[in-house]
Protein backbone atom coordinates (compact mmCIF):
# COMPACT_ATOMS: atom_id res chain seq x y z
CA UNK A 1 0.00 0.00 0.00
CA UNK A 2 2.16 2.86 1.57
CA UNK A 3 5.27 3.99 -0.60
CA UNK A 4 9.43 3.38 0.63
CA UNK A 5 9.79 6.42 3.05
CA UNK A 6 12.61 8.42 4.88
CA UNK A 7 12.83 7.00 8.54
CA UNK A 8 10.55 8.62 10.73
CA UNK A 9 10.69 11.90 8.47
CA UNK A 10 7.60 13.01 10.19
CA UNK A 11 8.86 14.06 13.46
CA UNK A 12 8.74 17.26 12.11
CA UNK A 13 5.37 17.30 11.79
CA UNK A 14 4.76 15.54 14.99
CA UNK A 15 6.31 18.03 16.89
CA UNK A 16 4.49 20.69 15.40
CA UNK A 17 0.90 19.36 15.56
CA UNK A 18 1.40 18.52 19.28
CA UNK A 19 2.43 21.98 20.06
CA UNK A 20 -0.40 23.54 17.81
CA UNK A 21 -3.19 21.49 20.15
CA UNK A 22 -1.96 21.83 22.98
CA UNK A 23 -2.37 25.49 22.71
CA UNK A 24 -5.35 25.39 20.87
CA UNK A 25 -7.59 22.69 23.26
CA UNK A 26 -6.91 25.26 26.39
CA UNK A 27 -8.15 27.97 24.32
CA UNK A 28 -11.03 26.08 23.25
CA UNK A 29 -11.98 24.73 26.99
CA UNK A 30 -12.06 28.12 27.77
CA UNK A 31 -13.91 29.59 25.21
CA UNK A 32 -17.06 26.51 25.82
CA UNK A 33 -16.69 27.35 29.30
CA UNK A 34 -17.81 31.03 28.67
CA UNK A 35 -19.84 30.03 25.87
CA UNK A 36 -21.53 26.82 26.77
CA UNK A 37 -21.39 25.74 23.59
CA UNK A 38 -21.53 21.80 22.67
CA UNK A 39 -19.32 21.60 19.50
CA UNK A 40 -16.99 23.83 21.29
CA UNK A 41 -16.00 21.57 23.85
CA UNK A 42 -16.31 18.86 21.50
CA UNK A 43 -13.77 20.63 19.55
CA UNK A 44 -11.66 20.96 22.70
CA UNK A 45 -11.90 17.17 23.34
CA UNK A 46 -11.02 16.41 19.66
CA UNK A 47 -7.84 18.95 20.15
CA UNK A 48 -6.14 17.23 23.74
CA UNK A 49 -7.17 14.00 22.34
CA UNK A 50 -4.99 15.05 19.44
CA UNK A 51 -2.44 16.50 21.43
CA UNK A 52 -2.39 12.89 23.56
CA UNK A 53 -1.74 11.29 20.13
CA UNK A 54 0.83 13.01 18.97
CA UNK A 55 2.89 12.16 21.96
CA UNK A 56 1.87 8.40 21.50
CA UNK A 57 3.37 9.23 18.17
CA UNK A 58 6.80 10.43 19.39
CA UNK A 59 6.90 7.54 22.19
CA UNK A 60 6.77 5.32 18.97
CA UNK A 61 9.13 7.20 16.89
CA UNK A 62 11.64 7.12 19.94
CA UNK A 63 10.85 3.59 20.73
CA UNK A 64 11.30 2.03 17.16
CA UNK A 65 15.23 3.40 17.21
CA UNK A 66 16.23 1.00 19.63
CA UNK A 67 18.97 -1.33 18.69
CA UNK A 68 17.99 -5.11 18.36
CA UNK A 69 18.08 -7.50 21.03
CA UNK A 70 18.33 -11.38 21.45
CA UNK A 71 14.95 -11.45 22.26
CA UNK A 72 14.11 -9.04 19.08
CA UNK A 73 16.49 -9.86 16.74
CA UNK A 74 14.95 -7.95 13.62
CA UNK A 75 14.50 -4.66 16.01
CA UNK A 76 11.80 -2.56 17.12
CA UNK A 77 10.76 -0.46 14.14
CA UNK A 78 7.46 -2.11 14.19
CA UNK A 79 6.79 -0.02 17.43
CA UNK A 80 6.36 3.03 15.30
CA UNK A 81 3.07 1.03 13.55
CA UNK A 82 1.45 -0.18 17.09
CA UNK A 83 1.26 3.38 18.53
CA UNK A 84 -0.60 4.59 15.65
CA UNK A 85 -2.81 1.83 16.00
CA UNK A 86 -3.40 2.84 19.52
CA UNK A 87 -3.93 6.64 18.12
CA UNK A 88 -6.35 5.26 15.68
CA UNK A 89 -8.43 3.51 19.06
CA UNK A 90 -7.97 7.15 20.95
CA UNK A 91 -9.70 8.96 18.68
CA UNK A 92 -12.60 6.64 17.95
CA UNK A 93 -12.81 5.90 22.14
CA UNK A 94 -12.37 9.35 23.49
CA UNK A 95 -12.83 11.74 20.64
CA UNK A 96 -15.66 10.45 18.61
CA UNK A 97 -16.80 9.09 21.83
CA UNK A 98 -17.11 12.09 24.17
CA UNK A 99 -17.93 14.57 20.96
CA UNK A 100 -21.42 12.05 20.25
CA UNK A 101 -22.05 11.93 24.31
CA UNK A 102 -21.58 15.92 24.54
CA UNK A 103 -24.33 16.53 21.88
CA UNK A 104 -26.79 13.84 22.72
CA UNK A 105 -26.94 15.23 26.06
CA UNK A 106 -27.69 17.83 25.17
CA UNK A 107 -30.25 16.99 22.68
CA UNK A 108 -32.13 14.99 24.63
CA UNK A 109 -31.71 17.64 28.07
CA UNK A 110 -35.08 19.37 28.66
CA UNK A 111 -33.48 22.41 29.97
CA UNK A 112 -33.78 25.83 27.97
CA UNK A 113 -29.73 26.53 27.14
CA UNK A 114 -28.28 29.43 25.16
CA UNK A 115 -25.10 30.22 23.56
CA UNK A 116 -23.62 33.13 25.68
CA UNK A 117 -20.60 35.37 23.78
CA UNK A 118 -20.56 33.62 20.21
CA UNK A 119 -18.06 36.14 18.84
CA UNK A 120 -15.54 35.38 21.24
CA UNK A 121 -16.16 31.88 20.22
CA UNK A 122 -16.17 32.16 16.62
CA UNK A 123 -13.24 34.11 17.11
CA UNK A 124 -11.07 31.37 18.94
CA UNK A 125 -12.16 29.18 16.06
CA UNK A 126 -10.73 31.37 13.71
CA UNK A 127 -7.23 31.30 15.79
CA UNK A 128 -7.63 27.59 16.19
CA UNK A 129 -8.18 26.77 12.21
CA UNK A 130 -4.89 29.20 11.39
CA UNK A 131 -2.86 27.03 14.10
CA UNK A 132 -4.85 23.68 12.57
CA UNK A 133 -3.70 25.00 9.37
CA UNK A 134 0.05 25.88 9.87
CA UNK A 135 0.31 22.14 11.21
CA UNK A 136 -1.34 20.88 8.36
CA UNK A 137 0.81 22.93 5.96
CA UNK A 138 4.03 21.19 7.67
CA UNK A 139 2.36 17.82 7.45
CA UNK A 140 1.79 18.38 3.92
CA UNK A 141 4.98 19.23 3.45
CA UNK A 142 6.89 16.01 4.58
CA UNK A 143 4.19 14.15 2.57
CA UNK A 144 5.29 16.09 -0.58
CA UNK A 145 8.81 15.32 0.06
CA UNK A 146 7.82 11.01 0.06
CA UNK A 147 5.71 11.06 -2.71
CA UNK A 148 6.02 8.80 -6.09
CA UNK A 149 4.07 10.86 -8.53
CA UNK A 150 1.07 8.24 -8.56
CA UNK A 151 -1.64 11.00 -7.49
CA UNK A 152 -2.32 12.45 -4.17
CA UNK A 153 -4.74 9.29 -2.77
CA UNK A 154 -2.45 6.49 -4.06
CA UNK A 155 0.61 8.10 -2.31
CA UNK A 156 -1.25 8.49 0.48
CA UNK A 157 -2.38 5.03 0.54
CA UNK A 158 1.36 4.33 -0.06
CA UNK A 159 3.17 5.98 2.64
CA UNK A 160 4.78 3.67 5.22
CA UNK A 161 5.60 6.36 7.39
CA UNK A 162 2.25 7.13 10.03
CA UNK A 163 3.94 9.78 11.70
CA UNK A 164 3.51 11.69 8.58
CA UNK A 165 0.15 10.41 7.29
CA UNK A 166 -1.66 9.93 10.64
CA UNK A 167 -0.82 13.85 11.76
CA UNK A 168 -1.95 15.22 8.08
CA UNK A 169 -5.58 12.61 8.48
CA UNK A 170 -5.82 14.32 12.09
CA UNK A 171 -5.38 17.48 10.92
CA UNK A 172 -7.62 17.87 7.57
CA UNK A 173 -10.08 16.25 10.70
CA UNK A 174 -9.16 18.95 13.01
CA UNK A 175 -9.73 21.73 10.30
CA UNK A 176 -12.94 20.12 9.00
CA UNK A 177 -14.34 19.81 12.91
CA UNK A 178 -13.49 23.48 13.45
CA UNK A 179 -15.53 24.05 10.36
CA UNK A 180 -18.35 22.35 11.83
CA UNK A 181 -18.70 23.66 15.18
CA UNK A 182 -18.07 27.36 13.78
CA UNK A 183 -21.48 26.85 11.39
CA UNK A 184 -22.83 24.57 14.88
CA UNK A 185 -22.10 27.72 17.28
CA UNK A 186 -23.16 30.56 14.06
CA UNK A 187 -26.23 29.02 13.45
CA UNK A 188 -27.18 28.22 17.40
CA UNK A 189 -26.87 32.43 17.86
CA UNK A 190 -28.61 33.35 14.53
CA UNK A 191 -31.90 30.96 15.01
CA UNK A 192 -31.80 30.74 18.52
CA UNK A 193 -31.69 27.15 18.51
CA UNK A 194 -29.18 25.85 20.28
CA UNK A 195 -29.65 22.04 19.61
CA UNK A 196 -27.99 23.09 16.46
CA UNK A 197 -24.94 23.65 18.43
CA UNK A 198 -25.73 20.35 20.02
CA UNK A 199 -26.02 18.50 16.61
CA UNK A 200 -22.69 20.27 15.21
CA UNK A 201 -20.96 18.41 18.29
CA UNK A 202 -22.38 14.55 16.98
CA UNK A 203 -21.21 15.59 13.46
CA UNK A 204 -17.45 16.41 15.00
CA UNK A 205 -17.75 13.11 16.36
CA UNK A 206 -19.14 10.87 13.76
CA UNK A 207 -16.25 12.83 11.65
CA UNK A 208 -13.69 11.60 14.10
CA UNK A 209 -14.94 8.32 13.77
CA UNK A 210 -14.45 7.86 10.05
CA UNK A 211 -10.91 9.40 10.85
CA UNK A 212 -10.40 6.93 13.31
CA UNK A 213 -11.27 3.81 11.14
CA UNK A 214 -9.66 4.91 8.50
CA UNK A 215 -6.42 5.16 10.27
CA UNK A 216 -7.24 1.86 12.37
CA UNK A 217 -7.19 0.16 8.54
CA UNK A 218 -4.31 1.67 7.38
CA UNK A 219 -2.20 1.64 10.41
CA UNK A 220 -3.49 -1.88 10.76
CA UNK A 221 -1.67 -3.54 7.11
CA UNK A 222 1.69 -2.14 8.00
CA UNK A 223 1.41 -4.01 12.06
CA UNK A 224 0.55 -7.02 10.14
CA UNK A 225 3.11 -6.89 7.17
CA UNK A 226 3.58 -4.98 4.40
CA UNK A 227 5.84 -5.49 1.00
CA UNK A 228 8.25 -3.17 0.14
CA UNK A 229 7.06 -0.96 -3.53
CA UNK A 230 6.83 -3.42 -6.57
CA UNK A 231 9.22 -0.53 -8.43
CA UNK A 232 11.52 -1.77 -5.63
CA UNK A 233 11.17 -5.18 -6.12
CA UNK A 234 11.52 -5.62 -9.88
CA UNK A 235 14.40 -3.21 -9.78
CA UNK A 236 16.09 -5.42 -7.52
CA UNK A 237 15.21 -8.90 -9.94
CA UNK A 238 16.28 -7.17 -12.53
CA UNK A 239 19.77 -6.26 -11.67
CA UNK A 240 20.03 -9.77 -10.05
CA UNK A 241 18.90 -11.64 -12.77
CA UNK A 242 21.13 -9.77 -14.82
CA UNK A 243 24.10 -11.57 -13.85
CA UNK A 244 25.70 -14.06 -15.39
CA UNK A 245 26.01 -16.83 -13.19
CA UNK A 246 22.45 -16.69 -12.01
CA UNK A 247 19.85 -18.30 -14.44
CA UNK A 248 16.86 -16.68 -12.68
CA UNK A 249 15.12 -15.26 -9.57
CA UNK A 250 12.63 -17.47 -8.54
CA UNK A 251 10.95 -15.08 -5.95
CA UNK A 252 11.42 -12.19 -3.88
CA UNK A 253 9.27 -11.50 -0.60
CA UNK A 254 9.65 -8.18 1.33
CA UNK A 255 8.26 -7.06 4.47
CA UNK A 256 8.03 -3.13 5.53
CA UNK A 257 9.03 -3.53 9.87
CA UNK A 258 9.56 0.73 10.03
CA UNK A 259 9.24 3.05 7.61
CA UNK A 260 12.37 3.04 6.74
CA UNK A 261 13.16 -0.70 7.63
CA UNK A 262 12.98 -3.60 4.88
CA UNK A 263 13.32 -7.37 5.28
CA UNK A 264 14.17 -8.76 2.11
CA UNK A 265 13.95 -12.60 1.17
CA UNK A 266 14.92 -14.21 -2.30
CA UNK A 267 15.18 -17.39 -4.26
CA UNK A 268 17.77 -17.45 -6.42
CA UNK A 269 18.81 -20.16 -9.18
CA UNK A 270 22.75 -20.43 -10.04
CA UNK A 271 24.05 -21.51 -13.26
CA UNK A 272 25.55 -25.60 -13.11
CA UNK A 273 28.51 -25.58 -12.79
CA UNK A 274 29.18 -22.32 -10.70
CA UNK A 275 32.09 -22.84 -7.82
CA UNK A 276 30.76 -22.29 -4.38
CA UNK A 277 33.19 -19.66 -3.50
CA UNK A 278 31.77 -18.04 -6.69
CA UNK A 279 28.21 -18.29 -5.35
CA UNK A 280 29.66 -16.86 -2.02
CA UNK A 281 31.25 -14.39 -3.43
CA UNK A 282 28.14 -13.09 -6.20
CA UNK A 283 25.85 -13.55 -3.34
CA UNK A 284 27.94 -10.81 -1.26
CA UNK A 285 28.23 -8.38 -3.72
CA UNK A 286 24.54 -8.76 -4.54
CA UNK A 287 23.53 -8.00 -1.02
CA UNK A 288 26.46 -4.91 -0.69
CA UNK A 289 24.74 -3.59 -4.31
CA UNK A 290 20.62 -3.96 -2.85
CA UNK A 291 21.62 -2.31 0.18
CA UNK A 292 23.77 0.59 -1.55
CA UNK A 293 21.43 1.00 -4.12
CA UNK A 294 17.84 0.48 -1.55
CA UNK A 295 19.34 1.64 2.20
CA UNK A 296 16.07 1.24 3.67
CA UNK A 297 17.39 -2.73 3.08
CA UNK A 298 18.15 -3.28 6.71
CA UNK A 299 18.47 -7.35 6.33
CA UNK A 300 18.61 -9.72 3.14
CA UNK A 301 18.79 -13.49 2.91
CA UNK A 302 19.44 -15.04 -0.12
CA UNK A 303 18.29 -18.78 -0.79
CA UNK A 304 20.06 -20.53 -3.60
CA UNK A 305 17.45 -23.03 -5.09
CA UNK A 306 17.09 -24.18 -8.22
CA UNK A 307 13.84 -23.46 -10.81
CA UNK A 308 12.39 -26.62 -10.13
CA UNK A 309 12.81 -27.12 -6.52
CA UNK A 310 11.46 -23.88 -5.73
CA UNK A 311 8.38 -24.49 -7.96
CA UNK A 312 8.13 -27.69 -5.84
CA UNK A 313 7.76 -25.99 -2.73
CA UNK A 314 5.74 -23.47 -3.49
CA UNK A 315 3.02 -25.91 -4.81
CA UNK A 316 3.31 -27.96 -1.63
CA UNK A 317 3.15 -24.34 0.51
CA UNK A 318 0.28 -23.61 -1.68
CA UNK A 319 -1.65 -26.64 -1.28
CA UNK A 320 -1.44 -26.82 2.25
CA UNK A 321 -2.46 -23.23 2.79
CA UNK A 322 -5.60 -24.43 0.57
CA UNK A 323 -6.04 -27.03 3.16
CA UNK A 324 -6.17 -25.27 6.15
CA UNK A 325 -8.16 -22.36 4.64
CA UNK A 326 -10.98 -25.39 3.36
CA UNK A 327 -10.60 -26.93 7.27
Not at 21 to 45: P, Y
Not at 82 to 110: K, N, R, T
Request: glycine share 12%; hydrophobic share 50%.
Amino acid sequence: MRQTGGSHGGGTAVYAAMGANLGIAVTKFGAALFTGSSSMLAEGIHSMVDTANQGFLLLGIHRAKRAPTAEHPFGYGVEIYFWSFVVAILIFALGAGFSIYEGVEHLMSQEEGEITSPLIGLGVLGVSFLLEGYSWSVAFREFQSTRAGKGLWQDFREMKDPSVFVVLFEDTAACLGILIAAAGLGLAWFTGNVQLDAAASIVIGLLLGVTAVFLAIETKGLLIGEAASPEMVEAIRARVAARPEILGVNEIRTMHRGPADVLLTMSVDFADGVLSQDIERAVSEIEARVKERFPIVKRLYIEVQSREGHRRFADREAAETAAEASA
